[in-house]
Every structure is written in C-alpha cells, then in structure tokens.
C-alpha cells in the first residue's frame, strides 16, 4: 500500500516544507535546547518522522477512517461515550473533571484523571502508569474498560462491521475490508498522531528569538535553571517516567490509590497547551496552576518557589499553548439494522 | 447590528442563488406539492425567509457563537454533557438509544426519545408534546432539566461570563458583553437555523424528475395515496401537533407514561434522514423502520400496509437523507480559575 502523507499533517508544518531550523543564535535558545527542550519541527519531513509509528504507517485513509471511529460513541456498550467524550478536541483534549467519568457515570476507581490526547504522540509511555508503549496500544484500553466504554472486542467489530459505510472505508485503508479490533485500536492510534499543537515557543525553539515575549523568556530562564526541565523536557516537555513524589510528600495523596508503576514511577504530563487542562496531576486534584507549580517545587524539586517564581514560570507555560489543528466534525455511518444495539445497563 | 447571511446557509444554498423553483411538470412532482409536500429550497432568500426568526434573527456572529455553546460540555452541571450529546449531529441529530441519557446517567423520566436537531427548524412546535414555541425557547429547557444537562440559569451564566473569549464573543454577537441565559440559548436555537439537510427529495420536488429513482417514485406514490402525507407534509415532512393513536392502540404505549398534551396531542416527527434516527416513536420503541411503517398504518391510518407497500415506501423515505451541513469542530475558550467547577453529582 502507498504511504502517503497525512493531509493533517501537512496543515501544521504549513509553509516550512523544506525549511531547516535557522541556527540558534539567541543564548536563551541555546540555553533552552542544551536543556533538552525540542520543537515540534515545522519541517513537515522531520514532523513526518517524529509522529509516524513503522509498526503502524500513517496514510490519509487511516487516519481519515481513525478520525470517525475517535468521535463514533457506537463503539462504547452504551452507545453514548466517545474517545472524544474524555478526550475531548474542543476543550484541549481532555475532560475537564477530576477524575475521568464513564460507563453508568462510574468514576475512574483510581480517581485518575483523563490526560490531553493532543500531542501524546510524544509521550514515551501511555497512561499515567507507563503500561502501554504506543498510542495504538493505548487505544484498546478505555474502550474495553468497566467504568470508560465498557464494550467488548466482540462487540466493536460486530458494531463497526454491521455499517457498510465503514466496512468501504476499511478496505480502502487496508485493501481488505476485514475488521478486527486491532485495526479499529490501530487507526484511532494513526488519527492520534496527527494532534499535534505547534506554539510560540517552538517558533522560539527553531530560532524566533521574538517568538516569547520578554516575560515568558524570563519564566523560561526560571523553569530551566529551578529544574523543571530536568522532567519536563524533549518535545513532549514531558512523557517520560519519573519517580513521584522525589523530597516530600505529596499534598493530595489521599484522593485515589495510584501508587505508580511496579517501580512507584509515574508518567510526566506534557506541558504543552497546560494552561487549558485542569485540573492538574494524576488525581486532578489541584485546579489551580499556579498552585501546581509550587506543589512541584516542593516535591519534586525541594525547594519553596517564591510567589514571582510560580508566577513567571506560569508566564512561560502561556507559550505552550498551541494550535489545534482543524478537525471537520465527522458524519458518521448510521446503524443498520445487524447493529448491536447500545445496552445502557 | 447589520444583519448578515449566515454562511452556512450560503453553502446550502450553493450556487442557486436567483434560482426560481422550475415549473412542476412531472405529474408526480405535481402530486406531491398538492398533497402539501414542499421541498428545502435551493433559494439562498426563500430559504433564509424560511429559517430565519424576526425575533432572533441570524446573524454570522450569532451563528459562531450558538455553534460553539452547542457543542460546550460546560453547560452542564456535571461539565460533561453538551447540546451535542443527546442531538449528535455525527449520528443523524439524535444519540441512538431509545430513552435519552443525561446527568448521573438519569434516562429520560417519561422515557422519551431525543429528536434530532437537523430540520428541527421547520417544526411548527418544539418537544414531543409541543410545548415550545421555537427553538431558542427549546434549548433553554434540556440544559436546566435534572436529568439532562441539570445546570441552573446562573451557574450557565456564571460558567460562560468566566471566560473571557467568550465575553469578546457576545460582545462580538450583541454589541455587549452582558451575558445572560436568554442570549446562550438564542444564539444556540440561532445555531440550528442553520442545520438543514437538503436531499434528492428536494431537487425532485423543485422540478427535477430525474432525482428520485424509479422505486423511489413509485414508494412516494404509495406515501401520498395511503395517506402518510396527512401528517407528514410541509418542509418539515412532520412537525405539527396530531393525535396519536387515531385509529387503533400504539402497540408499544406501555412504554413510558407519555401521553401527548393536554388534548392528547403528539408532535409528528420528520422522516427526513429518518433512515439515520433509529430507534422510533416518542419511546424509541422500534428498531425497524420497516416495523414503524407498518405500525403508522394501524394506528393512524387503520390499515394493514403489505409488506411490499411498506417496502415501497420505505425506499422512498432514504430520498430524505440529506446533505449535512460541514461543521469543523469547534475550539473551546478554557476555563479560568473563575469558572465554576463541575459538580459530577
């Protein structure tokens, strides 16, 4: 099958084509890189490469066809619940409450809290326990969990399967129009990679040395040499996993029983677009940023950031904000009369 | 405040702009406007005549703004539940289950089906029994309803006046950044002016005979000499207040307590897309269209159709899918640490 190049794709690297990352001349950018921190390339080719997954190519099709099964409800038990429920495009890719809510208004019995789906192509690790490797792997879980869309393998494909709209569209994906619950896992991952946010401080990364304003290179200036970089740096500005709490306790450790992995390590948000997506840390229980930051001092750090601290490096994180890529609202294949019917119970 | 055309209609209304309806030569095309059918029409002015509301008249700013409130979650008590939800505008207007679904997963007391949004516009009332005189009235009372969207008038008005993008919208939209609930749902209600679906339908009752196949003339034939048509007429193909059951008991009546307005009456669905709105009835009682025909026959028309009436006239009624409106999902203003938090319980 011919790869071919997301159209999504080609949308955020815009213009750059073939343009190289001029060198960085401003020390604040050399300073910012030499830390670790790195773009979202404007260079479409070396966007193409950061996001694709060879286990899992990136095509128009796929990704085209991942888009409608991310907004199709029909593939939770009920019916009603999304991908895009949690993970919500419109409002920063994530929920908006504490803890994730799902199937019968039952909440994560974690307390965990819906991490953005933009930009998670840059995660190393998926969900806040690092347990799955890639987004296509992470993509099997909500979907079959009790308390998200509680539906089975099974019943997907039979769902997906029974609509003749979407059996055309697998096989123009991939020339056969057989449906497993692996591929329908495997193109919401493709659609996945496509959200990505460019912002001003990639613009600044790439050699805009006006990209930030003065106080936001101030804030970046504090972030690096406090040693929020040292969690929150590459691309991702986050997404590897890290021990949590390091120095002290943290504040609300009694909401939920997430320990962390086998090793007590937890995955590093992304700081990218951060300012839309509390509430904040892995049970959500902090609304505030700026009180995010200082909890981060304190446990992660050791150190009380002093009130124009927290507040400069919140300057700072106002440069991730990105731009969301255009995402027309699907039609999606009506049901037939062979569709499972949704089952609210 | 200038009046302008809403661009999404400029877009129904595509390249016909000083497009008179030709002369109905057809005799069927003939027949079908006799028997009160009328089409969408391919006019930009007399569809703009048809949709537009004096009262609240459209305007492309209030169009944006309604668009987006329709798809906030935010105006829900729980921050989980949009517009968009119950009338999914991916799944033909509706969500595909018999009972609406809302807060703390409440079904809808009465059991009542969620109507589709696309169309809505040409009912003469609004609700199943008829109690709203328009649409801007109508979404006031799903966001405020315990088991919907649950939210009070000023939590509404207290989330969307802490966002600041917001404030510059209505700003943008009213000439004032007062926010008040009335103005949410106007511009919402606004919004679905714009949600029509035009279909073959239309193109054949505007004069082209050619747009309907020959089993779907024949079906339409049978719908109008059976007498579907004394209820199903107009734009709306539906939408005026009758009584339900006329002739014989609604086989599934036990479902839910519904029971009409005061005088019994029910609002008619539209058949248009009604290929894409299953389950059926003011109970979503019935899955198959088929087996709604069939049932329409007894208890409003005192018939036994056959299976090959019901046949026909189901191919005629796929005529009614239309062409929805390009709708790029929006981009929502972020919360502040002013916005009022979501209350899951």
Same mark, same amino acid.
């Given at each position: 099958?011919?790869?071919? &190049?997301s ?16 060198? @960085?001349?401003?020390? #604040? ?23 694709d997954?060879?286990?899992?190519p990136i095509t128009?099709?796929?990704v @085209? ?25 419109? +409002? ?7 803890? @994730? ?14 991490? +953005?789906?933009?930009?998670?192509? %840059? =995660?190393?690790?998926? %969900? ?16 079959? @969990?009790?308390?998200?869309?509680? &539906? ?38 493709n659609?996945?990679r496509?959200?990505?946010?460019? !912002?001003?401080?990639?613009?600044? #990364? ?17 972030? &690096?040499?406090?040693?929020?970089? !040292? ?5 991702? &500005? *986050? ?6 709490? $390091? ?10 029983? %997430?320990? *962390?992995?086998?090793?007590? =390590?937890?995955?590093?948000?992304? #700081?990218?677009? $951060? ?12 609304? !505030? ?11 992660? #750090?050791? =150190? ?11 300057? %700072? ?18 049901? +037939? ?9």
């Amino acid at each position: 099958m011919k790869k071919t &190049i997301s159209i999504a794709l080609v949308a955020v690297a815009a213009a750059s084509l073939f343009a190289d990352a001029p060198a @960085a001349k401003h020390p #604040l950018i050399s300073k910012a890189r030499e830390a670790g921190l790195a773009p979202i390339p404007s260079s479409l080719t070396a966007l193409y490469k950061l996001v694709d997954n060879p286990k899992n190519p990136i095509t128009d099709a796929k990704v @085209a066809l991942g888009k409608k099964l991310y907004f199709d409800p029909r593939l939770s038990k009920s019916g009603l619940i999304s991908c895009n429920t949690c993970h919500n495009l419109a +409002t920063g890719g994530v929920d908006g409450v504490p803890a @994730a809510i799902g199937h019968r208004w039952t909440a994560n019995p974690h307390h965990l809290n819906s991490p +953005t789906v933009y930009n998670a192509v %840059f =995660m190393s690790r998926q %969900f806040w326990d690092g347990r799955s490797p890639d987004l296509e792997d992470q993509a099997q879980g909500p979907m079959q @969990a009790a308390p998200e869309m509680a &539906i089975t393998k099974t019943m997907a494909v039979e769902r997906i399967a029974s609509m003749p709209a979407y059996k055309k569209m697998f096989k123009d994906a991939y020339g056969s129009d057989e449906i497993t619950f692996k591929k329908i896992a495997d193109t919401i991952g493709n659609f996945e990679r496509t959200l990505v946010t460019p !912002s001003p401080f990639d613009k600044f #990364l790439e050699g805009d040395a006006e990209a930030l304003t003065a106080p936001q290179k101030e804030g970046l200036k504090t972030f &690096i040499d406090k040693g929020c970089v !040292s969690c929150h740096t590459g691309v991702g &500005i *986050g997404g590897s996993m890290q021990p949590f709490p $390091v120095v002290k306790p943290y504040k609300y450790a009694d909401i939920g029983d %997430f320990k *962390g992995d086998k090793n007590g =390590m937890v995955k590093v948000p992304t #700081l990218r677009n $951060v300012v839309e997506t509390a509430p904040y840390f892995h049970n959500g229980a902090v609304w !505030s940023l700026s009180e995010a930051i200082k909890i981060m001092g304190e446990t992660q #750090l050791g =150190m009380t950031l002093s009130d124009k601290e927290v507040a400069s490096i919140r300057t %700072f994180l106002t440069s991730l904000t990105g731009e969301k890529p255009k995402v027309v609202y699907p039609v999606l294949p009506p049901v +037939t009369e062979k569709t499972p019917r949704p089952v609210a119970k």
